[in-house]
């Protein structure tokens, strides 16, 4: 019967498009906007920051990385707390994106040392072997120009001193897109808020097996932790391993929670297993008796 009734089916569809216009756009604006949100340990980017945040722009980066951590279990446990309205005052625009060829990276600052992402971002490959991330190793060669970042900052009013701006001058864009990417997501103290506990006592299940048993986890070892501790754990960006003198409990708690803003990262996602296995392997060869 509505269908003769145009007038009224206007009318009626007018409210609903409206009430749901309200509930989800203007609404959420009134709750979202407020002082409330604000949160103190949010500083703005430094100069040097900023300017990796408008290389990191030009290329693209954003086609392939979000930004944002939604608050959804399998989020927060892969990427780490989810994000907060407030984090995001000082971006301009922002940066949530909408695509996730690569992870997110709304949470990356601190989840790697600065030598880490010098080597990742000039071969990803070497890092991460299977990985589809092109190579920005190029951009070492542009060294930032002072002149030309002073009258973009000028147009956009950012309050950055000529001091400041003139000290860009011997850094290069890599230098600006690592300070930019250690500064994602660590202006709240997460990281070691959601160190993970580790519930219950440690028991090794594996004391005692043997050489040949342990071969196959030099795999585990190759895949996850070569890149930071070397081929033969001599150390590259991370320590060496190679006599690591510590209880087997100390070194399970290190590779399961990780170092929080030591560059170490978490290895819980391996599950106990496979933690337990890198800890007799490290405790086998680290002490000389293998490679
Ligand atoms: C074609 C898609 C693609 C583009 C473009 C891309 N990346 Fe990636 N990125 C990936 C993939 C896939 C990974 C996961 C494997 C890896 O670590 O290389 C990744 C991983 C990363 C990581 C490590 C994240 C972590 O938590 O381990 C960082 C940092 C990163 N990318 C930064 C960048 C920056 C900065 C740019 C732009 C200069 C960029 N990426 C451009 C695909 C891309
Ligand atoms: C992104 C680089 C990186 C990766 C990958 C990495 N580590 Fe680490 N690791 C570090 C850094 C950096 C430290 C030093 C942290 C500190 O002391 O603050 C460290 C410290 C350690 C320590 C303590 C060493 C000591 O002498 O105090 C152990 C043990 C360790 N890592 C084991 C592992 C294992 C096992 C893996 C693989 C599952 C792994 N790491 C993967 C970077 C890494």
Redesign the pocket.
């Known amino acids: 019967m509505w269908e003769r009734k145009p007038v009224l089916l206007i009318v009626l569809a007018t409210v609903a498009i409206l009430i749901g216009t309200i509930i989800t756009m203007v609404l959420p604006f009134a709750w979202v906007n407020t002082e409330a949100d604000r949160i103190e340990s949010v500083t703005p980017y430094t100069a040097l920051q900023q300017e990796g945040r408008d ?2 722009i030009r ?3 954003n ?3 979000t930004q944002t951590v939604r608050p959804l279990v399998p989020e927060v446990l892969r990427y780490g707390d989810y994000s907060k309205s407030g984090e995001f005052v000082y971006d301009r625009p922002f940066l949530w994106g909408s695509k996730r ?3 997110d ?1 709304a949470r ?1 600052g601190g ?2 040392p600065d030598a880490w ?1 010098y080597k ?2 000039e071969s ?2 070497s ?2 072997p299977k ?4 190579a ?1 190793g190029w ?1 070492t060669k542009n060294q930032l120009d002072p002149q030309m970042i002073q009258r973009k900052m000028d147009v956009l009013g950012f309050p950055y001193t000529t001091d400041e701006i003139k000290a860009l001058g011997d850094k290069n864009e890599m230098d600006a ?1 690592v300070a930019y ?1 250690q500064k994602l997501g660590s202006d709240i103290p997460w990281r070691a808020a959601a160190t993970t506990e580790i519930v219950g006592e440690l028991i090794n299940p594996f004391t005692g097996v043997d050489h040949d048993t342990m071969e196959p986890w030099e795999d585990l070892y190759k895949e996850n932790c070569a890149a930071c501790h070397g081929d033969h754990m001599e150390g590259v960006i991370g320590p060496k391993l190679v006599g690591a003198d510590y209880y087997d409990e100390i070194l399970f708690q290190i590779i399961y929670t990780g170092i929080a803003d030591g560059g170490m990262p978490s290895f819980s996602n391996l599950g106990t297993d496979k933690v337990w296995k890198l800890v007799n392997f490290i405790r086998y060869y680290g002490q000389g008796e293998g490679h």
């Open positions: 290389i990191y290329e693209g980066c086609n392939c990385h060829t690569g992870p990276l990356l989840k790697y992402h990742h971002m990803p490959r890092m991460v990985t589809n991330m092109p920005y951009i897109m990417l």
